[in-house]
């Protein structure tokens, strides 16, 4: 009679399914307990560069990152942080002011959802507003702060387990002259760093030069790689990177598009990376079947947050890709985010994470969360996130829904 029951049931358009097992099994004690999303409040903050930035050959610069926290609240008592930033205006089709008009689409949908079901949630999101991960991300991973904090797990835990070692953290080593850079390496060394991403790009002669003098001076134990931030076109790539020998690390976005990265691979031998050019499961998928590059950099802002980044980790694992992981900026809401995903990685498919909270000189969790530790990066071991900003340090909220 009760399966009967539940087989009419289930053509009931919204039927609380619940209530439903409670009445049809009196004596079966259901456990789930509803949760829903009753708040969600929006912050901006300005975090300026500690200095200015140049990338992409130098054609890129950058002073200030406009960040956009939220705080997702639940009729449990549950808060769940998450963070959107991009890397200034110039870098990738995204901006601020974009990630908090996201919000006033998205959040109202929200309302009433429990935060847990991400997959349900981010499936909301998808269909209300293609595209947009920006603001997708900083949702999901606010998301994934309650999860962990209603379960009294780390989200790395919940990620698929924390890898016992802590994760390289990459530096970000501004184009400059080729002595600048190596005195920019040295400064990160001092902070223990011992993986260097060197931006380089745009004028081959002198990036030559740059790559001769930093994989000269590279010391036993580091990784230097070299990224252009898709700053070549084919033939300067093909010309660099044919130019500089006994390297044992690899090249990073050498151009802007993954047809025009597919020429270099082609024709050189170095390892390749593919950052700007990775947003999505088809973009690597097309990266794999086409033997484009043997290396991606994860961004979890630009995936569009840890769901999503999830199912481009285990593609990756299920292939033989090696990941870097990181953010395209932000404050160490978002870098803890980067350390709990990347430390669920295995240390040999897992190069590097990135620091952005060491370029930026405005912290909203003073001593919470992932910090450097001798140049690596752990995940907190505190349920969820691990994270909380302190809300005087963040002023009032620009749009609560
Ligand atoms: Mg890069």
């Not at 209530?19 to 456990?31: A, L, S, Y």
């Not at 991009?86 to 008009?101: D, E, H, N, Q, S």
């Not at 953010?327 to 590097?352: E, K, N, R, Y």
């Amino acid at each position: 009679m009760i399966v009967s029951a539940i087989r009419r049931a289930w053509l009931l358009p919204s039927i609380d399914w619940i209530e439903f097992i409670r009445f049809t099994c009196p004596n079966h004690e259901v456990k789930l307990q509803r949760m829903k999303i009753n708040r969600v409040s929006v912050w901006q903050l300005d975090l300026p560069l500690h200095k200015p930035y140049w990338l992409s050959g130098g054609r890129l610069k950058f002073e200030l990152l406009d960040s956009t926290l939220v705080r997702i609240d639940t009729d449990a008592g549950v808060s769940g942080w998450g963070e959107g930033c991009p890397w200034g205006v110039t870098y990738l089709p995204a901006f601020g002011k974009g990630i908090r008009a996201g919000f006033e689409e998205l959040a109202p949908l929200l309302i009433g959802k429990d935060p847990r079901q991400l997959d349900a949630i981010n499936r909301i999101m998808d269909l209300a507003l293609p595209g947009h991960p920006y603001v997708k991300s900083a949702i999901d991973i606010a998301c994934w702060d309650i999860a962990g904090k209603s379960s009294g797990l780390p989200i790395c835990e919940l990620l698929g387990a924390r890898e016992p070692d802590p994760v390289p953290i990459a530096s970000s080593v501004s184009t400059g002259s080729p002595r600048e850079m190596l005195d920019e390496v040295q400064r990160f060394r001092d902070l223990g760093y011992r993986v260097h991403s060197c931006k380089v790009g745009a004028d081959v002669s002198m990036d030559i030069e740059r790559i001769n003098l930093l994989a000269a001076n590279e010391r036993d134990g580091e990784i230097m790689f070299y990224d252009a931030n898709r700053a070549w076109l084919p033939r300067e790539a093909i010309t660099v990177l044919n130019s500089v020998s006994g390297l044992t690390s690899w090249f990073e976005q050498p151009c802007e598009t993954l047809d025009e990265i597919a020429q270099v691979r082609r024709r050189t031998r170095y390892p390749i990376c593919v950052d700007e050019g990775l947003h999505s499961m088809d973009d690597l998928i097309r990266i794999q079947h086409d033997g484009i590059a043997e290396l991606v950099n994860i961004k979890i802002n630009r995936v569009g947050g840890l769901t999503k980044a999830r199912r481009l980790r285990d593609f990756c694992l299920a292939t033989g890709i090696t990941m870097l992981i990181m953010d395209t900026g932000g404050s160490v809401v978002s870098d803890t985010g980067v350390a709990h995903f990347a430390q669920t990685i295995p240390a040999s498919s897992c190069l590097g994470v990135w620091s952005c909270q060491e370029m930026v000189s405005v912290d909203p969790a003073p001593g919470q969360g992932a910090r450097n530790v001798d140049g690596c990066f752990s995940a907190p071991d505190l349920p969820g996130l691990g994270v909380e900003p302190e809300l005087a340090l963040l002023g009032n909220p620009v749009a609560t829904y």
